[in-house]
């Protein structure tokens, strides 16, 4: 993951498609990222907001992770559910 802070919703992580049908994601800024309506605390069965296409978690949670990309060797996987 590549650290892009000039982002719509700041602090972003350009992500690295692996599939054939995400193979496009880098060139296309699918970032990781941030946003003010995903809570920090766990609200099932309660919906949260909607993401346009972008993988995103709680701002507070992004900073944490932060910490774990930027001092990670190795390349890192994430794996998304819906």
Do not use: W
């Not at 496009?24 to 699918?30: D, E, G, P, Q, S």
């Not at 944490?64 to 998304?80: G, N």
């Amino acid at each position: 993951m590549e650290t892009v802070a000039t982002g719509k919703f700041g602090l972003a992580f350009k992500l690295y498609g692996l599939d054939t049908s995400n193979s496009k994601a880098y060139n296309r800024f699918v970032v990781l990222h941030g946003h003010p309506c995903v809570p920090n605390q766990e609200t099932a069965p309660l919906p949260i907001c909607q993401s346009s296409g972008c993988p995103t978690v709680a701002p507070l949670f992004l900073n944490e992770l932060k910490k774990y990309i930027d001092h990670s060797t190795k390349p890192m996987l994430l794996t998304i559910y819906r």
